[in-house]
């Protein structure tokens, strides 16, 4: 497979339930990201990842808990998630940010999962 | 922090007509990158074109061209001899050079091409 791709596609689950969403990459990238949009309201960034490590948390509640194991891999862990939780959730990846010198760092979005919480 | 405004949540144009998606910024920076992703129904969001800051010439890619205007922080995409395979959700975003990673996206513009 190419580019950027995400499982399951949609999910539903019970807000005691516990799921996890997987993203993997085949461009080489070091960077990765989850994103959460809803309708009408701009894509909100919960988390990057540069070369396996976290660099932001955009105050994202507890109940979502990211993995990253290597570069091509990210999870998202999803716990006890309430009803307004329910949302595409985007990943995206891109070369590191090498510094102001360096080459635009386009994102490249996979597909989503389209996440139901009842 | 940036943000982000796309005023138009809802456009339509007929096909082979011209259609103009607005969007405007707010930051303190001189140093970024804008860009329009494009998210058509049930399928993935990719990248139309971008601009670099520092460069005042507009970026142009095949039927899509922007009219990026610094000052007045406004960066607008032009939809030239629209199909109907360009019917989709357009996002406006923007990535500050200095601090790398983080892109601020606008809410959306739905895009509807009539045959």
């Known amino acids: 497979e190419t580019g950027v791709t995400q499982t399951p596609r949609h999910l539903v689950m019970g807000m005691t339930n516990k799921k996890s969403l997987k993203c993997e990459q085949h461009?080489?990238?070091?960077?990765m990201y989850w994103y959460k949009q809803s309708a009408k309201k701009p894509l909100e960034l919960m988390f990057v990842y540069n070369f396996k490590e976290q660099t932001e948390n955009n105050s994202v509640p507890s109940r979502f808990s990211p993995e990253c194991p290597n570069s091509s891999h990210l999870f998202l862990h999803l716990h006890t998630l309430q009803p307004e939780d329910s949302a595409l959730y985007l990943c995206?990846?891109?070369?590191?940010?090498?510094?102001?010198?360096?080459?635009?760092?386009?994102?490249?979005f996979g597909p989503g999962t389209r996440l139901t919480v009842l | 922090a940036q943000t982000v405004t796309q005023s138009q949540p809802e456009m339509s144009v007929q096909e082979a007509e011209t259609v103009t998606l607005s969007c405007t910024y707010d930051?303190?920076?001189?140093?970024?990158?804008l860009f329009w992703y494009k998210q058509p129904p049930s399928r993935q969001m990719i990248l139309v074109i971008r601009q670099e800051a520092y460069k005042q010439q507009n970026a142009t890619e095949n039927r899509f061209s922007v009219n990026f205007q610094k000052a007045a922080k406004s960066f607008s995409l032009k939809i030239s001899d629209s199909q109907l395979g360009d019917t989709a959700m357009y996002f406006c975003a923007f990535m500050n050079r200095n601090t790398g990673n983080q892109f601020y996206f606008g809410t959306g513009t739905s895009l509807t091409v009539i045959p």
């Open positions: 461009l080489g990238h070091n960077a």
């Open positions: 930051t303190s920076e001189s140093n970024y990158y």
């Open positions: 995206a990846s891109s070369q590191e940010w090498v510094g102001t010198s360096g080459r635009i760092n386009e994102q490249f």
